[in-house]
Structures are given as C-alpha cells and as structure tokens.
C-alpha cells in the first residue's frame, strides 16, 4: 500500500473519530493589538542590537529606537481611540484573550506616556563625573561583573555602559501594556511575569552603591515569586470553580447566569470556597504589585536600592498597571461578589493610607520617603476602586495618569542632588538647598505639593476626584480617614520644602548637577502635567469619564 493510501486513511479515520471537526486557525486582530506589538518588535530588535552593533554606537541606536517604538505605540493607542475602540468598537479581541476598551486604552496611553518620560531619565549620561574620558550614566559598566572585582573596573575604564537597560525596559512596558488589558487570568498570569522579570535585573544594575542595589533586586524577585505564587495558586482555585480562565465567563459562574452547566462543572461551582479563596490570592499578589500595606514592605528597600531612574519608572507605570488589572478582575470577574470583597478593600485602603502616611514621618533617606509616600497613595487610589461606581474607575484613571508623572519628575530631581559619593539622598544633605539652586528647590517643592493634594495641583485635582467617588459610593467614612491620612502626609512633604528653604546650607554640602536635555525634559514635562492637571482638569476628567466603562 503506497505512503499516500495509508495518509488518507488516517486522515479519513480521524475525521470519522473526531466530531469537533477541523481546529480553526487563531484569529488575531494585528490592528487592535499593535499598541503592544509595536512594543515586543522593538523589544527584540533592541536585543538583536546588542548582538551586532558596534559597543559605542548601540547607546545611540538603543536610544533611538526606543523613543520611536514607545512614539509610534502611544500614536497607536490615540487612532484606536479615535477610531472608537475606546467607546462604541470596544471589544475582546486575540480569540478573547484581550480586551480592547476605554479603560485599556486610557491605562495604555499613560503607560507608554510615562515610560518615554522614564526613558529620557535612563538616558541621562552628564551627571556623573567622566570616567576615563567617557560619559557615564546609572547602569554598572557590566552587570555581570562581581561589584569591585578587577573584571569590573576593566569594563569601567574601557567606558562600557549597560545598553541593555533599553530592551529590558520596552520588555516591562510591553508586559505592562497587556496586564490591565488581560481578558483571561492566565494572559494576566504571562503579562505578569513579563514585566516582573525585567524590572528585577533593572533593579540590580546599579553604578554606585552596586551591592545595595542587587540586595534590593533579590528582596523585590523573592517577594515577587511568592506573589506570582500566590496569584498563579488562586488561578488554579477559581479555574477549578468556574472550568474556565475567561474573565466573563467567571463572571457569569459567579453571577449564577452561565448556560449548558456541564454535570463535572456543577459540582464545583456550588464550592464557594474555590471562588473565595481563588479570588482573595489572585487580589493578594495585585495588591503586592501596587504596594499597598500588608503586602508593602519591599517598596521602601527595593525604591532605596535601586538606580533612581528605575525606581522613578517602576513607581509610576507599575501602579497604573496594577490597579486597572485590579480594577478589571473586580468590577468584571467579581462584581457578583462585591458584599465580600468590599469590607476586605476597605480594611486594606485604610491601614495603607495611615501606615504610609505615619511611617513616612520617620524616614531620613529621600527615596524611602517617597517609597512610604507612595504606599499612602495606594491607599488614596483604593479609595476609588472601592466606590464600585462607573465614578470610581474614571477617578482611578485621572488619579494615576496625574500621580505617574509627578513621580517620574520628583525622582528626576532627586538624581540631580550630588556629592563625592553620588546622588545625596539623605534629608540632611537637601538642607539650605532652596539658597544653593533656587530653582530646582522650586520644582521639587512643586512635586510635593502634589503628592500632598494642595490645590491648583494635579495632586488636589486627582484626591478630589477619587475621595468624592468614594463618598458617593457609600465610603465617607474612608473619605474622613482619607482626609485625615492626607494632613499627616502634609506634614513631611511640607518639612521637606522648610528644610530646603529655611536651613542654613552646609559648606560641604552636596552640589546640583547641570543635566542635558533629556532630564530637563522630564522634569519639565513633570511640572507642566501637575500644573495643567492642577488649574484646568476638567478636559482630562471628561477623558477619563469616557474611558471609564469596561467590556464583557
């Protein structure tokens, strides 16, 4: 019997065996997706970069080739709002895998906006003193030297830089782009790791203080496997409650209005605890990635540790990311659950908002300072995603499009504040500096102002919202507390702004270094968000409005 009899009666016995019939090619909509493919693309030509440029040339392509790919997606994401993804078109696209709606979109654009300002601070090389003839920046000379060994101070005077950091980052904002997007938990899960891994090498490759920094990278990827851990654990839980990983079909299992119950099925779905503790892990590790309290004690280490513009990128996309993920598992996967999630929610909002707020007062070192700071504003954010009104998303939204770019400039201005020994981060240093360099003590003051919500500050704007959405939402008593948190938060931002301008300078005090345009950039771009979103929000609320409502 010839090859090709025996083929077509293998096919033949297979069609007759098979009562599914053919697989169908996946269908995937390259149009709706491109934000994020634009992304990976780029990601990938950044590593080829490494592979085939020249070593001194790559600082240059690696640079460019970034600012293009983030452009190019941020214009992606704008055309499919405009051609109204956002609105009337929203869908779930990639064979129900992604979700394209306004609150994906709105989380996208702030995501890539945030990473191009981020960018500019990685690329900043005028800081430091030359080494050898070369401009330096951040990142060690090579990562994989042993900090102090000989191989490292070869690759120092040889005037090597990490030009990795680029790819790595478009890596992180790639996984960030899908994980408030994620329609389906194990997607989430991918998104997840994806731009968890590159932030803990990101986290490592400090110049100065290299062993501060890689302990800083260990406790941010142990703690970060537990909570991928944990997530991946409550996945398996409610995947074996609701026999599927789709975000609208757990809805509907949970809701109790699913259809053709298979019998396998419906002796696991009367298994509340499945549901229960499946939904508390996978909320667990989201609440770990937002750092709010108990899950925050790698935020203060991790932001110390880590080189400033880093921590500057982490603390502003990382948030967005987390909270629209957070957003969409539970006002889509859980709103039938909502009388038991909520009173969890609102223990959470309020020991973080008071822990981050009090323990900040303690703090010496700048970056901690901001690291508690940022906890407390988790707690604001939560505030809003407890409202469980179509109010409260849009507040979330406005709130972490604002609180994004005060971040990234404050911990630009932290960069520029130097002495013998690198950035000068701890509080006494930052005395006087108001008389020394006018005009960056100014812009600092103006970034904390912000975090401290006074008026005609994004900060202000951004508090407003979500604390009125809560109110409405049957929270005030968070409201009180909130408000509360909020003037004891006051308190350090504004002894900060009084050290700095009503102290003696000391005479060997730190100097502010003069930075390119890259870093004048960002903190430029940094104060114009927080005035504009300060004096006139409204036009950016209406936006958020609109982008408020999630696809099922």
């Given at each position: ?266 002796d696991t779905m009367g298994n509340d605890a499945l549901l229960l503790v499946g939904s508390a892990l996978i909320v667990m590790g989201l609440l770990f990635k937002v750092g709010a ?48 999630w909520r009173p969890v929610m609102w223990a959470v909002a309020i020991v973080t908002m008071l822990a981050g707020a009090i323990v900040a007062i303690t703090q010496t070192d700048i ?186």
């Amino acid at each position: 019997m010839s090859a090709t009899a025996v083929h077509s009666l293998w096919t033949t016995a297979a069609t007759a065996a098979d009562p599914i019939g053919k697989i169908d090619a996946p269908r995937i909509e390259y149009g709706q997706l491109s934000p994020t493919l634009i992304i990976i693309g780029a990601a990938i030509l950044g590593i080829l970069i490494e592979a085939f440029v020249p070593r001194r040339s790559r600082y240059y392509v690696q640079m460019f080739l970034s600012v293009v790919a983030l452009v190019a997606a941020f214009a992606a994401v704008v055309a499919l709002a405009a051609g109204g993804y956002g609105t009337t078109k929203a869908g779930i696209a990639a064979m129900g895998a992604i979700a394209v709606d306004g609150p994906a979109l709105f989380l996208q654009g702030t995501i890539l906006l945030a990473a191009l300002v981020g960018l500019f601070t990685f690329a900043e090389r005028r800081l430091d003193p030359q080494a050898h003839g070369n401009r330096v920046d951040s990142f060690a000379a090579q990562a994989a030297a042993v900090p102090g060994s000989e191989s490292e101070q070869k690759a120092v005077k040889a005037g090597f830089t990490t030009t990795e950091v680029f790819p790595l980052l478009l890596f992180a904002v790639a996984g960030m782009l899908i994980f408030p997007a994620a329609n389906d938990l194990l997607t989430l899960f991918v998104a997840l790791e994806v731009f968890s891994l590159p932030l803990y090498l990101l986290c490592a490759l400090a110049r100065r203080k290299r062993l501060m920094s890689q302990e800083a990278a260990v406790k941010y990827f142990l703690l970060g496997a537990f909570a991928s851990a944990f997530t991946l654990f409550g996945i398996a839980l409610l995947y074996g409650y609701a026999g599927s990983m789709s975000y609208g079909t757990i809805a509907s299992v949970v809701d109790g209005t699913v259809q053709n119950v298979t019998p396998a099925l419906a002796d696991t779905m009367g298994n509340d605890a499945l549901l229960l503790v499946g939904s508390a892990l996978i909320v667990m590790g989201l609440l770990f990635k937002v750092g709010a309290v108990p899950f925050h004690m790698w935020t203060p280490d991790v932001y110390q540790g880590a080189p400033t513009p880093v921590t500057g990128f982490m603390a502003a996309a990382t948030k967005v990311a987390a909270f629209g993920a957070l957003l969409r598992i539970l006002y889509v996967v859980l709103p039938g659950l909502r009388w038991d999630w909520r009173p969890v929610m609102w223990a959470v909002a309020i020991v973080t908002m008071l822990a981050g707020a009090i323990v900040a007062i303690t703090q010496t070192d700048i970056k901690r300072l901001l690291a508690y700071s940022s906890i407390a504003h988790a707690g604001f954010i939560l505030a809003g995603v407890i409202a469980t009104t179509p109010e409260g998303i849009s507040s979330v939204l406005f709130y972490l499009a604002a609180y994004s770019f005060v971040t990234i400039g404050a911990f630009a201005v932290v960069t520029l504040v130097r002495d013998a020994g690198g950035e000068a981060t701890h509080l006494s240093k930052w005395a006087g500096l108001g008389r020394r360099s006018p005009l960056v003590a100014a812009v600092f003051a103006v970034f904390l102002l912000a975090f401290a919500g006074i008026p005609l500050t994004s900060g202000f704007s951004g508090k407003f919202a979500v604390f009125k959405a809560a109110a409405e939402g049957g929270a005030a008593p968070l409201v009180v507390i909130g408000v509360i948190s909020s003037a004891i938060a006051a308190f350090f931002y504004i002894r900060v702004i009084v050290l700095m301008f009503f102290s003696e300078p000391r005479p060997e005090g730190p100097t502010v270094a003069v930075p390119s345009p890259l870093t004048m950039t960002a903190i430029g771009v940094g104060v114009a968000v927080t005035v504009v979103l300060g004096l006139a929000p409204q036009y950016f609320l209406d936006l958020a409005g609109q982008a408020g409502v999630f696809v099922r």
